[in-house]
């Protein structure tokens, strides 16, 4: 699969380049802001690369503080657009409906979650969906504490785990699926919002266990191991396809974004958002994701020109 680039680099150059806006002072006044997921932040960060090299003149600032980060700020009014990799909770739309934020639901991509250890884990290729539920349950902490613990024929290496912290839409798409309830986690593993650390953290331990978007392990394969996830059907690696085709199952999931509808009075951010969609087919596949149906596309770009129009309408005198 083609890559955009390393995601290390791309923040860099997002945060360098805000910073010589505010140094320079060089007129931009319109300002958009987006922030939530870590794992849309690849396809945000890309779209804004791409549009500014047509528009210099907007400023758009893009964060990655997870999907339950980014709804408390979206909710607040704090910004723009909050980029998700789940859907809206109910008490999220709560929040919104009571600060009086009105919203449109953009569905953008598609992702995989991979499961990554160590590559000097020579032991085991898969996991069964019941074997990452006896390592990541809450049950779990203290007590499943080495490889060998899951399968006694793997050795007793202990477990070094890495994963989402429980701001992630990542943690709670991940825990759902995998253990029949969101949030139910083991507490003793190593949690970052940051999929680069948890990318570093694998890498560098034996027994190391993890598992994040599929674009970060596209990014950086030759220091991990992707292994296979059995539903009952046999071990699946995460493929384009697979991911499409809904058969590298539990971990197959939409991605999207949520925009403030009032954000949509004003011209440059009404520009961006109309540019990411009709050009986030091609970014999302260069940065590791899986492209939407055509339908799903077209019914995507139809909810962002309706609220486009009842915005334009409410702002008539």
Sequence with gaps: MATYGDPRQTTQVFLSALVLVLAIGCGQTEVVTVDGSSTVFLISAAMVEQFNA???????????????GGMKKF??????????SRPIKPVEAEACKAAGIDYVELEIAFDGLAVVANPKNDWCDSLTVEQLKTIWRKEATGAIMKWSDVNPDWPDEPFKLYGPGDDSGTFDYFTEVINGEEKNSRSDYSPSEDDNALVTGVAGDKGGLGYFGYAYYDHNRDKLKLLGVDSGDGPVKPTPDKVRDGSYKPLSRPLFIYVRKSCLERPAAAAFLK???ENVHSVAEKVGYVPVTDEIAQRTRDAFEEARAEVEVKAKP
């Design 54 to 68: 047509v528009d210099p003149s907007v400023n758009v600032v893009v964060g990655k503080s997870g999907t339950g």
């Design 75 to 84: 909710s607040a009014g704090e910004i723009d657009v909050c980029d998700a």
């Design 275 to 277: 540019f990411y969609l």
